[in-house]
């Protein structure tokens, strides 16, 4: 479903993503795990199109959309979650999943009807809050809601695309063990033929929904494989104690 | 998002009732304000579309209802056409050049933005400045007014005319407000607020930006029309950056962002300058500090503090009884 081959980045002298060879099946839920600076983020920015690489390519659903821009891989199923909170701030959280979801359907150029009001729009809405428990707060300004709240919009609005893969920057980023745990039931919830990768640091909800692990570390692939493997993996432990140059 | 709260739909209908009212009663000169308050309020409609809802700010507004003024009056005079048809031709071809410009100018935001329809509206002025075609500085006279007496109306009549001004600041409302609430708004408004998630959704951003715009244009332009057939002359100082500028002082005055506001800021700017003009010609300091306060009160214009004060009441009312209910 999402695949890349080699691919490779650099900021000035300094190379952020080395020769990244992923596979992703569809319904595969897969965490890369990787200290700061690993190139995590990076990877996403060039999967999703923020960002060129200077190699290698980059397949969607078999095609290759390595030159196509952000708008066009969103619209071939792509969609993303952000590290940082990227809403709709001043807008309530109904017109943000409305939104989302109008514009994923191709209704945000149109001229004639409101897409807010459409059936579909408002069903997807529906749908989309009770999976990311926002039911109760759809009424409620974004700028008037907690920052829990906020994490869960940011990855309402990225379902509420309705992609065929779905990249989550973190989504736990920032929230208390609750509402952790709140991903993890919300995330284990979502449909089986959804292809996931997360970035996230929260191990627990990284062993707990992934089928696979890939594991980054100074822009390259360091480990990948089934989540049982990457527990007793003394490489994983030497990474995030900082032993890694030395291993 | 956009919408008729109580509040806009109670205030457009008292500044419908009211100026119509005041076109039936006022004598010639009160006519005249009537019909220069209306070319304003169309193009401050237009200004709002773009600047308040989607984050636009443009200084080629004078530009574009310059050129719906210069198309329509050399359609008319010269190429034969009745007024109507020369007004559509107007709209027509300024919409088209929003177009073309909102293309141009949609991958730069903020001050660039400004800058670049800056620089296009100030083409256009030296273009038309300079062109015999469009009489150079002594600009044209002779734009006719729309002949309607087959319907019995004759609008070389002054309270006709005004109330015909009226009716196209209600049509280019009811254009802009429909544009709002179409697909096309919703995602002019998103893009205000986080363009980068839009087209992480999927939208063509530079298309939806000089698809607004081009709409805005049209509104100008029919601003223009309106403006030429009230002077029955057109001049490149239509075009001038003042222009533009002036109408975005009249937006901030009324309530950027509102719609509603902008009208109420027309009258304001209007009836001010012709009370405050006859007691002092430093008119423009007097509107400057009243335009001056308005933005460092943070007020949002004079329509806008009424409505913000009403909705962030409302809306933290709600967010309070979710997080309560949850």
Redesign the interface.
């Known amino acids: 479903m999402l695949e890349t081959r080699d691919l490779s980045k650099s900021f000035g002298p300094i190379q952020v993503t080395k020769g990244v060879s992923l596979k992703l099946q569809q319904g595969e839920r897969r965490v890369i795990l990787g200290p700061n600076g690993a190139g995590k983020t990076t990877l996403f920015n060039q999967l999703v199109g923020e960002l060129r690489p200077d190699s290698g390519t980059i397949h969607l659903d078999g095609a290759d959309v390595t030159s196509l821009g952000v708008a066009d891989r969103a619209r071939r199923g792509l969609s993303r979650s952000y590290q940082k909170n990227t809403l709709f701030d001043g807008l309530t959280i109904r017109e943000n999943l409305g939104l989302a979801t109008a514009v994923a359907l191709g209704k945000g150029q149109g001229l004639w009807s409101d897409p807010l009001h459409a059936p579909e729009v408002r069903e997807t809405v529906k749908e989309v809050a009770a999976q990311v428990d926002l039911a109760p707060y759809l009424e409620a300004r974004v700028d008037a809601v907690s920052y829990g709240i906020r994490r869960q919009l940011e990855v309402g609005i990225a379902l509420a695309a309705r992609p065929k893969v779905i990249l989550m920057d973190e989504p736990t980023s920032g929230v208390g063990p609750e509402m952790s745990k709140g991903f993890h039931r919300l995330l284990k919830a979502l449909p089986r033929d959804l292809t996931i990768l997360i970035i996230e640091h929260d191990m627990d909800l990284a062993f707990d929904v992934a089928d696979t692990i890939t594991v980054l570390n100074y822009g390259e692939v360091v480990f990948d494989g089934l989540p049982d493997a990457a527990k007793g993996s003394q490489l994983l432990k030497d990474i995030y104690l900082g032993a890694w140059e030395d291993a | 998002?956009f919408t008729h709260t109580p509040l806009r739909l109670t205030t457009l209908a008292l500044l419908a009732a009211g100026s119509l009212s005041y076109a039936y009663a006022a004598g010639f000169f009160g006519l005249e304000i009537l019909a220069e308050i209306a070319t304003l309020a169309i193009l401050v409609i237009a200004l709002d579309l773009v600047a308040g809802f989607g984050g636009m700010v443009s200084l080629c507004h004078g530009a574009l209802l310059g050129v719906g003024a210069y198309v329509f009056t050399v359609a008319a005079n010269d190429a034969g056409l009745t007024a109507l048809p020369a007004m559509v031709l107007a709209v027509v071809l300024s919409s088209a050049l929003a177009f073309a410009i909102g293309a141009v100018c949609a991958r730069s935001t903020g001050i660039y933005f400004i800058m670049a329809t800056l620089a296009f509206g100030q083409m256009a002025y030296s273009y038309v400045f300079q062109s015999p075609l469009f009489g150079g500085d002594d600009g044209l006279s002779g734009a006719p007014r729309p002949d309607l007496t087959a319907i019995g109306i004759d609008l070389t009549d002054s309270r006709a005319f005004a109330v015909y001004a009226i009716l196209l600041v209600a049509f280019a409302y009811l254009v802009a407000a429909?544009?709002l609430?179409?697909?096309?708004g919703?995602?002019l408004?998103?893009l205000h607020?986080?363009e980068?998630?839009?087209?992480?959704?999927?939208?063509?951003?530079w298309?939806?930006k000089a698809?607004a715009f081009a709409i805005s244009g049209a509104l100008a332009a029919l601003a223009g029309c309106l403006a030429a057939q009230h002077t029955q002359y057109v001049s490149p100082g239509l075009l001038s950056w003042t222009v533009s500028g002036e109408a975005l002082v009249v937006v901030i005055l009324g309530g950027l962002g509102t719609l509603t506001g902008p009208i109420v800021g027309a009258i304001l700017f209007v009836v001010l300058k012709h009370e405050i003009s006859a007691i002092t010609p430093y008119w423009h300091a007097i509107v400057g500090i009243i335009l001056i306060t308005v933005v460092m009160s943070r007020a949002k214009g004079v329509f806008g503090f009424i409505e913000s004060r009403w909705d962030d009441r409302g809306?933290?009312t709600?967010?309070k009884e979710?997080?309560a209910?949850?």
Do not use: Q
Request: charged letters at 30%.
């Open positions: 998002m429909r544009t609430r179409s697909g096309l919703r995602s408004v998103g607020h986080n980068k998630r839009l087209r992480a959704l999927g939208l063509t951003v298309r939806a698809s809306a933290k709600v967010a979710a997080e209910d949850a």
